[in-house]
Every structure is written in structure tokens, then in C-alpha cells.
């Protein structure tokens, strides 16, 4: 069964120039697009996605990070496409948990500037996908 996930390359991906390397994985590993964009976000935007971590010690800088520049939203399709992007992504501390050969594994030294994020469930993913692309239709 397809299932959709909302990916962001953050605006740290754009800046150091990894956006065509981690497309191509994702593109290598099968899933494919249904939205695909260059945004600058707003903090309405970032405070709504980033909800769930409002009042956590990192939140402020969480939101100034994911709206200090352009990043890349995207919105993936395959079988069990939450669980294959969040495998391909690594875990989220980049040294602790990610492993070598997935993309902040390869990438990333810190768990702010982890480079990319995918949706953590489907219910998830249908959130977020309805906040960042909100004229997709199922
Ligand atoms: P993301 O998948 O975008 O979801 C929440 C983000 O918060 C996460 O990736 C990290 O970038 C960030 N994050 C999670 N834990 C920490 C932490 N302990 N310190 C700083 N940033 C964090």
C-alpha cells in the first residue's frame, strides 16, 4: 500500500550545496515525488510544524534555524514511505544514532543542523503534509 511522507531539507542541506546528493538517494531507494519545492518559511509555519517541541530548551533555535534561509519541502510516496525515508535519513543525533551509508551518518556532526526531516508516522505525515502543501490532493 502507498503511503506519503513529508520531507524537508533544511536550510542547512541547501546552504552547504547537498540538496541533488539527497534527492538522488531518495530517488535511488524508490520513492518517488508528488511535491517538490523551494520555500522560505514562516514562523507561522515553522510553529506549526514544530508544534510537538514548543517548550523544550532547543525550540527557539529550532524555529530561528528551519527560517533562517530557503529549504526544500517535499512530499514522497512509496510503500511504507515514513519508516524508508527515516531509514535512509539516519536517527536524529547524527553521531550517536545515524549510521554511516544514510544521509546524516554521512553529513552531519550536530542534532540541530541534521539536514533533513521526515515525518515520524503517517498521522504525522498527513499533518504535515496538509500544513506545508495544502492544495495536494489525496
Ligand atoms: P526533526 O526531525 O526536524 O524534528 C525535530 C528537530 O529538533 C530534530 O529534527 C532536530 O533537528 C531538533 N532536535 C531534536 N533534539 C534536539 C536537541 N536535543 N538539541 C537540538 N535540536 C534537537
Redesign the pocket.
Given at each position: 500500500m502507498t503511503e506519503r511522507t513529508l520531507v524537508?531539507i533544511?536550510p542547512d542541506g541547501v546552504s552547504r550545496s547537498l540538496v541533488g546528493d539527497i534527492l538522488a538517494r531518495i530517488e535511488r531507494k524508490g520513492l518517488t515525488f508528488a511535491a517538490l519545492e523551494l520555500k522560505n518559511v514562516s514562523d507561522d509555519l515553522a510553529a506549526k510544524h514544530?508544534a510537538e517541541?514548543e517548550g523544550?530548551?532547543?525550540y527557539p533555535?529550532?524555529v530561528e534555524f528551519i527560517t533562517s534561509g530557503p529549504l526544500v519541502a517535499a512530499v514522497l510516496e512509496g510503500p511504507r514511505a515514513v519508516a524508508a525515508f527515516r531509514q535512509i535519513a539516519g536517527g536524529?543525533d547524527p553521531v550517536e544514532k545515524a549510521v554511516p551509508g544514510t544521509i546524516r551518518g554521512d553529513y552531519a556532526l550536530?542534532?540541530?543542523?541534521?539536514l533533513?526531516?521526515?515525518s515520524?508516522s503517517p498521522e504525522s505525515a498527513e499533518r504535515e503534509i496538509a500544513l506545508w502543501f495544502p492544495a495536494l490532493n489525496d
Open positions: 524537508l533544511k514544530y517541541h523544550k530548551p532547543f533555535s529550532l536524529t550536530s542534532t540541530q543542523y541534521n533533513v526531516h521526515g515520524d
